[in-house]
């Protein structure tokens, strides 16, 4: 059974152009699912919908964010159709899986304010922290995926037009304005990106390196950004926080939806509604933090 598994991981790889960090994801589900039929003594030609209703129910026991279990089912759901479609299974309840009533939790957005003062304090014009800088600049400029950021090529980069090019879920592109700042810090990334390469006498086709001159990881960009946030008493930053605060920020603006859906590579404008009741919390914290009357501490004598 983990040979269907690796050719399953194998094919959103290479078909799909799903994310490492999903295909790790997806790998640790599925596995988890394969353990679970291993000590039920049961085959995936066994699975039936009463079998799949108990291990649900063995998953919330386990008090799983929303978000998690969400995953998993939905790990579940491609895997039976990849092997339906294969003719390994014949089975197409795992169209109905369903985990009940889910309510995800809102995305914590870093407010304009903090995260701009954040971003005009960052120091340092050596390699290191002007790739910081670029990183963070990028991201919070354009909404990208960490997984886009890692795999961002020179080719994809146009400074002269200020625009680049995301690759993102599924292989599918779309393409993206680069602000003057982020524009600037990154000229002089790739001026110091220029030097240490003819230093170490290599090449290489990603945008963001390391000082080895390798790509630069998914998960290093993840580390580089918390140890950042929380350098500046941003505890929770991270890089899917700087695309919820480039979306909502972006509402807050005035600009519509399909326009943020475009931008976000969103496939369904579902997805990008949540953003307006994220923006409603936004905006409620913000009057609660700026209001003078708003908090009893405050308004009292």
């Known amino acids: ?3 269907k598994v690796e050719d399953f991981l194998k094919f959103l790889e290479v078909e799909k152009n799903y994310s490492s960090q999903t295909l790790r994801a997806y790998k640790v589900d599925l596995l988890q699912f394969l353990e679970f039929l291993n000590q039920s003594k049961q085959t995936l030609q066994d699975v039936s919908p009463f079998i799949l209703k108990i291990y649900i129910l063995e998953l919330k026991k386990k008090g799983l964010k929303a978000s998690s279990l969400t995953r998993k089912i939905s790990a579940l759901k491609s895997f039976f159709k990849f092997l339906s479609q294969r003719g390994e299974v014949n089975k197409t309840f795992f169209l109905k899986i369903n985990t009940g009533r889910v309510r ?3 995305p ?3 407010f304009e304010e903090e995260l701009n003062q954040m971003l005009d304090s960052l120091e340092g014009e050596d390699f290191v922290r002007l790739r910081t800088r670029a990183i963070l600049e990028l991201l ?3 909404g990208l995926r960490v997984s886009e950021a890692s795999s961002l090529r020179l080719e994809d980069l146009s400074l002269a037009s ?3 090019r995301a690759k993102g879920k599924g292989g599918k592109e779309r393409v993206l304005p680069i602000g003057k700042k982020a524009l600037s810090v990154l000229t002089k990334y790739l001026e110091k990106r220029e030097l240490l390469l003819k230093k170490l006498k290599k090449e290489s086709p990603y945008l963001f390196i390391n000082q080895r001159g390798g790509k630069l990881s998914e998960r290093w960009i993840f580390e580089l950004i918390k140890k950042e946030g929380m350098r500046y008493g941003l505890f929770k930053l991270h890089p899917h926080a700087l695309r919820h605060a480039f979306a909502t920020h972006l509402l807050n603006a005035g600009m519509d939806l399909r326009s943020i859906q475009e931008l976000l590579g969103h496939s ?5 509604q949540k953003y307006t009741k994220v923006q409603y919390e936004y905006l409620l914290q ?3 933090k700026a209001h003078p009357r708003a908090n009893s501490k ?3 004598p």
């Not at 369904?268 to 990008?272: E, H, M, Y």
């Open 1 to 3: 059974m983990k040979d």
């Open 104 to 106: 995800s939790p809102l």
């Open 162 to 164: 200020c625009l680049l």
């Open 298 to 300: 405050k308004s009292s």
């Open 108 to 110: 914590e957005v870093p």
């Open 268 to 272: 369904s404008l579902a997805t990008t």
């Open 140 to 142: 919070y400029a354009t």
């Open 286 to 288: 913000n009057y609660l």
